[in-house]
């Protein structure tokens, strides 16, 4: 049984506690100013997760916020989609050992269940379903809420010639349809291939994170 779910619903109405994968309002303003603050290098931060608790100023929303850092900007600042591919994997993995100490908590510091809008899709334009594989790597039990306008395939050809690009770099036939090409690329990202390579995050730019700190959906 997988444990990625996908419901359709709206991602606030998760319950109390719950971690949302995303950022929002206050939230937002954390984590850029972790960003900002940090004295680690871009590289040390990018991959890994920054773990917010509920805000006053968020509520009535109670929710733990993880900003999964994939990325060095959005836009025609965004690093390319294998960068986003392999820190989303260890962001992940970072996020579950950040939740694995908070275990034994307290109840005020005790998290909830994870829930996530469908993750790198409308910031980076990465293809859902490989973003759903990381998930389902990451042996994370999350609940994916979809709105109805997220269903179908909103970027297919930005999509195809984006795996057209991660295919070849990969060694891979760049030909078949997009589904072909997705299901090749897939398995070539698996984690038991030796594809996260550090040399797979050239052509990373600085850049700002969207300043309304809106998230994916």
Known sequence: MTNTTEIEGDLFDAPE?????????????LYRNHCADSDETKEDIIGTTLLIP????????KHWIACLLVSVGVGTNKSGM???????????????????????QSPSQAVGPLYACRINEGLFK????????????SELRIVVMLK???????????????LKSIAAELGLSTGGTKSDLLSKVRGALSPSTKQD??????????GEEDADGNEDN
């Open 54 to 61: 509920p805000q006053v100023r968020d509520m009535p929303h």
């Open 197 to 206: 390579s550090k040399d797979d995050v050239e052509g990373d730019e600085d």
């Open 148 to 162: 109805p306008q997220a269903e179908g395939d909103r970027f297919g050809e930005c999509y195809k010639k984006e």
């Open 82 to 104: 294998m960068s986003i591919i392999k820190h989303t994997r260890t962001a992940l993995h970072d996020l579950k050992v950040q939740i694995a100490a908070r275990k034994d």
């Open 17 to 29: 506690n719950a971690v949302l994968i995303r950022n929002y309002r206050t939230a937002f303003y």
């Open 126 to 137: 990465v293809e859902w379903l490989l973003s759903k594989k990381l998930l389902e790597d």
